[in-house]
């Protein structure tokens, strides 16, 4: 008996569901959009007698399919315990955002239209509805601050490579002015470090700029803590990858996201890159102020 790759994805109307199949289904899943939670051991079995050999496959399940909810734990255990390989991706954002979106599209929410809701109390009622769904997701990404280019790299980190060995190691910069980045696994603080914003020249300029790289690597407590920082991460990825995990995302942050942590994202992926690490490199807001 051929057994199958299972992705559930869920998540909150307008988090980026629909990004996150389209992400699997050009990596050559089979997707099947709101599909009843009571028919997913049907249709595993269908793929599993499929002429075309289907190995992956990702299944929407969400609000719009309320009333078989309760039934996916059962299914997930059930299909688990046959041998299946299930993980259950969840999306969320803030309901400041996701309104934001739904106004944007002029579409309506499918709690709109059932209860005659309004935008924002549909929006509350639904992440009360689906919480537990959250609860048993084996992966949770907040889309708040992700464009649709950063969504669908963050599927591919954290779905596409988990069945590789060698863990990818994401360097993510960051402003504490624009708040904690969530999916972040490790988070530092790089305030301490000399602030290239308060020279005039620099001001303008960010940490992927030659001069404010050498104004904050020229400073000795710069490479101190590079060489300390460095040394910790090397120490922690190995460790992740024995409990399996295959993605670490290490936000750094400064207070604008600009210089500081620009500066020392980049030196640490430059470093690891050295030592064969397999690093992706994300500057969040690189671009604001």
Not at 24 to 48: H, K, R, W
């Amino acid at each position: 008996m051929r057994l199958l790759q299972v992705t559930i994805i869920s998540g909150l109307s307008g988090s980026g569901k629909s990004t996150a199949m389209s992400v699997l289904e050009d990596s050559g899943f089979y997707c099947i959009d709101n599909m009843p939670a009571t028919l997913i051991p049907t249709f595993v079995e269908l793929c599993q007698h499929s002429t075309r050999g289907l190995s992956r496959v990702a299944i929407v399940v969400d609000i719009r399919g309320r009333e078989f909810l309760e039934d996916i734990r059962k299914v997930v255990h059930n299909l688990m315990e046959v041998g299946h390989q299930v993980k259950i991706l969840f999306l969320e954002s803030t309901d400041e955002i996701l309104i934001r979106r739904y106004s944007e599209t002029r579409r309506r929410h499918p709690l709109e239209k059932e209860r005659g809701m309004s935008l924002p109390e549909a929006v509350k009622e639904e992440r009360g509805e689906i919480a537990f769904l959250r609860e048993i997701a084996d992966e949770v990404i907040d889309t708040s601050a992700l464009n649709v280019h950063q969504l669908r790299s963050l599927v591919m980190e954290r779905l596409l490579n988990s069945t590789t060995q060698k863990m990818n190691v994401t360097l993510l910069s960051f402003g504490y002015s624009y708040g904690i980045p969530t999916e972040a696994d490790i988070v530092m603080d790089v305030r301490f470090l000399p602030n290239p914003f308060f020279v005039r020249e620099l001001r303008g300029l960010t940490g992927e700029d030659k001069k404010v790289k050498g104004y904050v690597l020229e400073k000795e407590e710069t490479n101190d803590f590079l060489y300390r920082f460095t040394e910790m991460v090397e120490y922690l990825v190995p460790l992740y990858e024995n409990e399996g995990k295959s993605y670490l995302t290490i936000a750094i942050g400064c207070t604008g996201g600009k210089h500081r942590s620009v500066v020392i994202t980049e030196r640490l992926a430059e470093t690891l890159a050295q030592r064969e690490k397999e690093v992706t490199v994300r500057h969040r807001d690189i671009e604001r102020g």
